[in-house]
DNA sequence: TCCCGAGTTTGCGCCAGCGCAAATTGTCCA
DNA sequence: TGGACAATTTGCGCTGGCGCAAACTCGGGA
């Protein structure tokens, strides 16, 4: 259990459009607590108990197909709502989510779910707002599997991340977490081989730096090119 | 502008729970329509003025790249709601939406759903877990896009239009509207061509019965086998 | 009934990207 | 400071499935 100031929550766009009461109060019900990288916050196919929301960090939400390979369903960012498929008519997560950094997270149970969205409205429309643009991304993303070769795919991820979750640098964007060549596969539906020799290809031409588990954009411009063109890069 | 009997909602999932009254009180506040065959209900990137339950019929949901590529989304089974991205914050509509056979449809005005929600709270209970599922049932097929082969993924495809729509004949379960091998592909990333060789090769081993527009599992325990195996068919 | 066109089948060549393997490099920890 | 390990890079050969092209075949409308 962590002590949380509500300044630190009152700044995400979720909680907007609260008073500090309604903050105050919907803090008070949760419980709050510290991830360590790598740990889990939740495990696919477990009883789904509690949803979440993301105070600070980053979290990686994988399936795993019954042979074992890994999919990255998603990156979840500081202020997102996650776990809530459950709080959707689920009853175990559909997925695990991991901390890609060391997180802090608010957590209530489910069974809160329908008096929390009835004192808060916002709370709850934000919430199938949420859902109904993640199934928008999401079929987003079966459309790029179904249409685009690799290249694009690796591009359009890239792009995507340094969007969300990208830090400025003298140098560029910078991926705000560790991030591999396997894990960009996983988002891609690819190998890491090839991510590799795509990263090494646009570092070679000045579009990207990269190094271990980073990668910053450094020309987001050719990038949207690759990710858009249908020739080669 | 069709007029419709009770009975013939009350039949569907949808609308169990609701008294009789409320029912046509429901019906009443919407016009229905039908949609010839190839008819379109909606169009990708046109404002979302309605949404939509479709009573009786089949309906395809496509998304076109800007370069014309078409991606089948879903199709939509009697009793579905559709259309509701835009009741969840979205102005416009993410896909285009085209009869498969000729259909009965119903219609709200998107500004009626706040009120229906309020009124009838299994109808927004309904609405809410429904774009739930689809967004796992989404995922779940980025899962195949990403991990498994063309066969597999054409074999899975079946596998479910056989589960939703299948219709029981002496000869197997027959898909209950007409489907082309261009549809297929375009479920499953891949090309008519390749659905066409993995057709013909499964109707010659006599796990399916296909035609024009046409196709029939007659050994499902098969069919799945291929749709999980890691090896060859 | 015949004809036309959409839907389907099939052959052939090719290549993007995978799988395997081995070398290389950066990082963390003792 | 020196491993030791994890992450990354890179070479090489192979193949699943695509693209193209041509032939074929239903089914419905005149």
Redesign the interface.
């Given at each position: 259990m962590v002590a949380l100031d509500r300044s630190l929550i009152s700044r995400l766009p979720l909680f907007q459009g609260m008073t500090p009461e309604e903050q105050s109060e919907l803090l008070r019900s949760a419980r709050s607590s510290r991830y360590a990288k790598d740990s889990t916050i939740f495990e696919q196919e477990a009883e789904a108990n509690s949803f979440f929301v993301l105070i600070a960090g980053h979290i990686r939400v994988v399936?795993t197909?019954p042979?074992g390979?890994q999919?990255i369903?998603r990156y979840i960012s500081e202020g997102e709502i996650f776990g809530?498929?459950a709080a959707?008519?689920?009853t175990t997560y559909?997925?695990t989510a991991v901390a890609a950094v060391d997180c802090v997270v608010l957590a209530w149970a489910n069974s809160q779910w329908a008096e929390l969205a009835r004192r808060f409205p916002v709370f709850g429309a934000t919430t199938?707002?949420t859902?109904?643009?993640?199934?928008?991304e999401?079929?987003t993303?079966?459309?790029e599997?179904?249409?685009e070769q690799v290249e694009q795919r690796v591009a359009h991820a890239l792009l995507r991340l340094a969007n969300q979750t990208g830090r400025k640098t003298d140098s560029g964007i910078e991926i705000d977490f560790p991030i591999s060549r396997q894990d960009i596969a996983?988002m891609t539906?690819t190998t890491l081989h090839t991510v590799s020799r795509l990263l090494s290809k646009w570092e070679d031409n000045g579009i990207i730096l990269s190094g271990r588990q980073k990668v910053t954009v450094k020309d987001a411009h050719r990038l949207v090119v690759l990710a858009e063109n249908?020739d080669k890069g």
């Open positions: 399936r197909t042979d390979q999919v369903a809530v498929a959707l008519g689920r559909p997925a199938y707002k859902v109904g643009t993640r199934l928008q999401t079929q993303r079966v459309v599997m179904s249409t996983e539906g249908r």
